[in-house]
Every structure is written in C-alpha cells, then in structure tokens.
T-cell receptor, first 113, second 113 residues
C-alpha cells in the first residue's frame, strides 16, 4: 500500500505566482517529513523538512505546512521561477527507522515564463 | 566538498547476470542508503548502512544485498538479474543516521536485457 501519496502527477503555474504541491500520508507513525526536488539525470536534492512537532517551516521562497490531523502536508513556493521546474517528491520517516524514507510518487512542476 | 559519487553511471546487463554498484559518500558521512527508482514503483528504499552495519532493509528479495566498508564507501549487489530490476539506483549519504536530510548521488542507470 502507498503510505505516502502525491495525487497530482503534474502542476503548471505562471512565473511569479504561487505553486502549491500536496502530499498525503496514512502511517501515523511518521514524524519527520521532507521535500526533495529532482531534475532529469540527477539525484534528488533536499529542499526543506518539518518535524511533526511543528505545523510550519519556512526557508526563503519555500514553506512547508503540516496538518497532522488530516495527515496532509503541502509545499508552497512563492514566487515561482522557471528554474523551479522539476519533479518534487515528498518523503516521510519514523523516528526509530534511521534514514529510511518513504517517498510519494512525485509531482512534476512546470513554471511558465 | 565532493558530493556523493556513484559508479558506473550506466550499466547494461542480461538476465541471470549479477551486478555490483558502488557509492562513495560525502567525506565524513557515515550513513549510506540505497534507493531504487522505477517509473511504476517510484522511489523505494533498499537498505541503509551506518558504520559498516546494516540498520534497515526494505522489502526487496534476497537477491539484493549490500555492504559498507570502514571508509564508509558502500556497494550494492544484485544477483540473478531480472528484467524488472531495470531501474535507476540511487545512493544517499548523511552524517547521522536518523532524521537527517540525505544527499543523493546522480545514480546508476541499470538496464537488464
């Protein structure tokens, strides 16, 4: 079963506007969440993370929101830039599971100039 | 600081053969994880090593194995290759072994014919 889901395979936004990428999880044992960005022919690059004790974490243009009751997290990119065009993966881990990450299927973001 | 290095970049094998992939983590990092990326299954955790000990293992058959050396370099081996093993194999490293952002290499693209 898919414990981490990204229901939107793709998203297209205009440059300068907000991009919102969503992620849902089912395993209540997950307590740490991360977002990665991936360009073709490269490995994923870490973007931002959030612990389950928080509901928001911000880093420059990137903000991650966590709603534990809904088992939902989202990544906001403001303002979106053409260089943000990539595949975005959310991932989750449990405190006693080392660096074992469970990834969502990814969302392809296209930012149009 | 050099990033995570994976060799070879591309590999073509035939069914039944075995393959060994190599990963050199970022200097000082002691945790190495391996992930498999396929179009159908997305990114899936294979195993994680920390200080030469396997800490976690994903849901893969015993044909998939790995090890870590005293210099933190890691190898993974797949024996009796099947067509379904065709995938991008990604290695990631981190300093600690829990709730850490992972630094990924560019991966080894394995094609099984």
């Amino acid at each position: 079963d898919q414990q981490v889901k990204q229901n939107s395979p793709s998203l297209s936004v205009q440059e300068g506007r907000i991009s919102i990428l969503n992620c849902d999880y089912t395993n209540s044992m997950f307590d740490y969440f991360l977002w990665y960005k991936k360009y073709p022919a490269e490995g994923p690059t870490f973007l931002i993370s959030i612990s389950s004790i928080k509901d928001k974490n911000e880093d420059g243009r990137f903000t991650v929101f966590l709603n534990k009751s809904a088992k939902h997290l989202s990544l906001h990119i403001v303002p979106s830039q053409p260089g943000d065009s990539a595949v975005y993966f959310c991932a989750a881990s449990r405190n006693n599971a080392g660096n074992m990450l469970t990834f969502g299927g990814g969302t392809r973001l296209m930012v149009k100039p | 600081k050099a990033g995570v290095t994976q060799t070879p970049r591309y590999l073509i094998k035939t069914r039944g053969q075995q393959v060994t992939l190599s990963c050199s983590p970022i200097s000082g990092h002691r945790s190495v994880s391996w992930y498999q990326q396929t179009p159908g299954q997305g990114l899936q955790f294979l195993f994680e090593y920390f200080s030469e000990t396997q800490r976690n293992k994903g849901n893969f058959p015993g044909r998939f194995s790995g090890r870590q050396f005293s210099n933190s370099r890691s190898e993974m081996n797949v024996s009796t290759l099947e067509l379904g093993d065709s995938a991008l194999y990604l290695c990631a490293s981190s300093f600690y072994a829990t709730n850490e952002k992972l630094f990924f290499g560019s991966g080894t693209q394995l094609s099984v014919l």
